[in-house]
């Protein structure tokens, strides 16, 4: 049995890489399972309506809040939206993000898909906020990493740059990055740059950790190091020897405690695991009453 409709305007949140209405068709699907809603199909009459007011209960920068809304949409087409604040916004506690007016069945089934989705989304950017605020006026950009969810990788990456992150590679298909199990099979760093400049790869990142493998990097053309586990002390002196011939990015370990210092290092980029790996979620609710 069908339960919802295809719905959602594929224009109305253009993210590449990410098919909305496959996610929310997808997502529903999960948690209607076969029988659907029976505790609203059971408890609330079709013909019910419901207001709402999906508010955050901490302070926050909001993400997902397009896609909160397909949800809505896909099980109620005629529902009303206001979307009060966009996705990159941050508020203080007790703020509105969205007010609804629809079909209280549609609205309480697509409640939990919207908040789980704007929550983990919003904890996402809520985090990456403050590495950003933290290494604010030392010239350092932040970036992510693939360490993200499998499935969800473009939509947490979406949050990062709602956070004020730059995104690093997306995949494997879209820069070189050699580390240290490719150098350990290659013979050294200066062998395995030259494979990949030799491959015609645009856009090659090359970790490493010791001082005395940046000549032989830069010698072999690698464009960008990633400067792997380096104290700020030895990033500085890194950069230095580096002397503006290659991007340059510190990487491992980073904390909240230590990226100043890192930033503050000279470098080009921090990039930072735990903006996906390790955000927690956002308190984001839905209050819903009788129209």
């Known amino acids: 049995m069908k339960y919802f409709s295809p719905a959602p305007d594929p224009d109305a949140f253009d993210l590449a890489g990410f098919d909305l209405p496959a996610f929310v068709a ?13 505790t609203s199909a059971a408890v609330i009459p079709a013909d019910a309506r419901f207001r709402g007011v ?7 920068t909001v993400a997902g809040l397009p896609i909160a809304e397909a949800f809505f949409r896909t099980l109620d087409p005629a529902v009303a939206i206001e979307r009060l604040v966009e996705d990159g916004a941050s508020v203080p506690a007790g703020t509105e993000l969205l007010r609804l007016d629809g079909l209280a069945r549609a609205m309480l089934t697509a409640e939990r898909s919207a908040l789980n989705t704007v929550q983990h989304l919003s904890g ?26 499998p499935g969800l990788r473009v939509l947490e990456k979406y949050a990062t740059r709602m956070g004020g992150a730059t995104n690093h ?5 879209d820069a070189a990055m050699i580390k240290d199990n490719h150098v350990a099979v290659a013979g050294g760093v200066a062998e395995a740059v030259a494979r990949a400049v030799q491959a015609g790869i645009e856009r090659i990142v090359v970790e490493v950790d010791r001082l005395d ?5 830069l010698a072999a053309g690698a464009p960008w190091l990633l400067l792997d586990n380096m104290a700020p002390p030895m990033l500085r002196e890194a950069v230095a020897l580096v002397g503006g011939r290659a991007v340059t990015e510190a990487s491992g ?10 930033a503050e290092s000279g470098v080009t980029y921090v990039s930072v695991g735990r903006l996906t790996q390790s955000a927690p979620a956002a308190d984001v609710g839905l209050d819903l009453s009788l129209r």
């Open 253 to 262: 370990g980073v904390r909240l405690d230590t990226i100043r210092a890192i």
């Open 124 to 149: 996402i950017a809520t985090l990456t906020r403050t590495y950003v605020d933290a290494i604010a006026g030392t010239g350092a950009t932040l970036l992510d990493t693939r360490k993200t969810i």
């Open 26 to 38: 997808a997502t529903l699907a999960e948690d209607l399972g076969t029988g659907g809603d029976i």
């Open 169 to 173: 590679r997306m995949g494997l298909w």
């Open 213 to 217: 493998q940046i000549e032989p990097a």
């Open 54 to 60: 999906m508010a955050s209960r901490d302070r926050l």
